[in-house]
């Protein structure tokens, strides 16, 4: 297991920020996928971003790509969520996922290890 934990979370205003961080304890990332979801009420859990935590590399769905930032800090072995300019849809529980099974995991059934979610809220 690879235990996961979200913080971060809040309750804004649109056009404010938030960074959603995830931190992995017991284990590195070092050979996985890291990615964030997000699942409104009443809605199916969607992919926001990932990070390979390896080289960097970056993916972004559309909804949030030029508003959102994926990024890691190998020292404290976190993934952060850096979201500008949030918006009232953007209002969901977010969570952070792991996995290295799959190649540039897009899907939940994608990441083997889940953290258990923060709530993120933006009013409008």
């Known amino acids: 297991q690879v235990p996961l934990v979200e913080s971060g979370g809040g309750l804004v205003q649109a056009g404010d920020s938030l960074r959603l961080s995830c931190a992995a304890s017991?284990?590195?990332?070092?050979?996985?996928?890291v990615g964030w979801f997000r699942q409104a009420p009443g809605k199916e859990r969607e992919f926001v971003a990932r990070i390979r935590w390896s080289t960097g590399n970056t993916y972004y769905a559309d909804s949030v790509k030029g508003r959102f930032t994926i990024s890691r800090d190998n020292a404290k072995n976190t993934v952060y969520l850096q979201m500008n300019s949030l918006k009232p849809e953007d209002t969901a529980v977010y969570y952070c996922?792991?996995?290295?099974?799959?190649?540039?995991?897009?899907?939940?059934?994608?990441?083997?290890?889940w953290g258990q979610g923060t709530q993120v809220t933006v009013s409008s």
């Open positions: 017991g284990r590195t990332f070092s050979s996985s996928y």
């Open positions: 996922a792991a996995g290295s099974g799959v190649v540039l995991p897009r899907r939940s059934s994608d990441y083997d290890y």
